[in-house]
Structures are given as C-alpha cells and as structure tokens.
C-alpha cells in the first residue's frame, strides 16, 4: 500500500494507503517544482523524479536520500518506465526523450521521427500511453498527431487521423488493456474512438462546456470509460 504523490516542490509518500503521508523530499529552490515521477518497475525503492529546472532525481533506498543523475537543457513535464526499464520524457518544447541506461544518458528521439519526413513539426510533447501487454509498445501524441512504436521507440509507424495534422491539439489518450486494437483520444469537446487501431475513427461530441483533458478505461471492465474535465478559462 506504497504510493507516491508530488505536489508543488515536495514529493510525498505513504505506507499505509493514504492513512498517513510523509514529505520525503523538499526542493530546495522555492520557485522549482516537482513536476513527475515513477517508480522503477525492477525495484520499487528505486523512485525518479523530474522537476521543473530540468533536473531527473533519483532514489534508490524508498526517497531518504536523492541524488541528481542529469539536467536536461528543456524542462520536461512527465517521465515515464516502460515494462522492460526503459525511461521516456516529454519535453512540452523538444518532444520525447528516450534513456535506456535509467536516466543517466537520454537520446532524442526527434531524429526517429524524422525519418517519417515530419521535421520539427512533430517536436511538442503532448501525451503518451503504453501499449498493454507489450514490453516497449506505446503510442506518442504531439503537436502533429499519434505515432506508434513497438520496439521502444527505435522505429516509428503514424497513425492516420480524422483531424488534419496539427490542425488540433490532442489533450489525453488511452488504450483498451484488454484489446489494444480499442484506442480513445479526445480534444476539447470531442472523442475520437478507434476500433481497429486507428485505421478508422468515430467521433462522438462530449455533453459538457468543459474541455476534456484526461480519459481512462476500467482495466477490469472495458466497457466504462472515465472522462475527467477541466473549465475552459478565457
């Protein structure tokens, strides 16, 4: 009943399921925040975490010490582990970062990218989603549109949209555990539903003023999807 939550400059931790929590780490810059972390999937004393001056923190003995393993040159909003320990960062202004030796060299993957001819048009880092049941599969949302690789980002397939590239802004993404031939991406006020892995898409107009900006599918029942919504602020 470990868990891990960040919150302004602090990471938090609690044994007991959120009955207590503890501070474990508090940035010592007052205008740095923490903006991400994960948990290794080899050890689950080993902790990352990302921060808002760039830096990548790491733990290895459950947060009582940290250390700072690299700085990237961009602040990187999320951080993530794929099932085989490879470490990925979105970068909102330089993309996806990809570090295969758990976060002390990173490779940009922009360079993967290009070679499907999408220049720096695919640099933005909007959202990311692994693909369950594989060990590096995962789908990638930028400012262009969905990109999927199976091999840890080493080759790159697009996938085709309704929407024309970078016509729109993709909020948030999720995939069927079940069957991830089901893919659901939504904007603001639309969801876009994929039953054959994004060949063809259906689109369904979401009942709110709100924008939609997170989605997730009950891992136990498929059919119930969760739809979280954020005012839209003039």
Avoid: C, H
Wanted: net charge neutral; glycine share 10%; charged share 20%.
């Amino acid at each position: 009943d470990i868990f891990w939550v960040v919150s302004g400059n602090k990471i938090y931790r609690t044994l007991d399921g959120g009955g207590a929590w503890q501070a474990v780490y508090i940035e010592g810059a007052p205008e740095t925040v923490i903006n991400d972390l994960v948990v290794d999937v080899a050890s689950a004393d080993t902790i990352y975490a990302i921060t808002s001056s760039s830096s990548v923190l790491r733990s290895r003995d459950s947060g009582i010490s940290w250390q700072a393993i690299y700085r990237f040159g961009k602040e990187v909003s999320r951080v993530y582990m794929s099932p085989s320990g490879i470490l990925f960062a979105g970068m909102p202004s330089r993309g996806l970062w990809r570090s295969v030796d758990r976060g002390f060299t990173w490779e940009d993957l922009q360079l993967k990218l290009e070679e499907l001819n999408l220049g720096r048009r695919a640099g933005n880092f909007r959202q990311f989603a692994f693909i369950p049941g594989t060990n590096e599969g995962f789908i990638y949302v930028n400012n262009y549109g969905l990109f999927k690789s199976v091999d840890g980002g080493v080759s790159w397939q697009g996938i085709d949209l309704v929407t024309p590239p970078s016509s729109v802004g993709i909020n948030t993404l999720t995939i069927n555990p079940l069957n991830t031939n089901e893919i659901f991406y939504a904007l603001s006020r639309l969801l876009y539903y994929s039953n054959d892995g994004g060949v063809t898409w259906v689109t369904k107009t979401i009942p709110s003023v709100r924008a939609a900006t997170a989605l997730a599918i009950n891992p136990t029942d498929p059919l119930e999807l969760f739809l979280g919504l954020t005012r839209i602020t003039k």
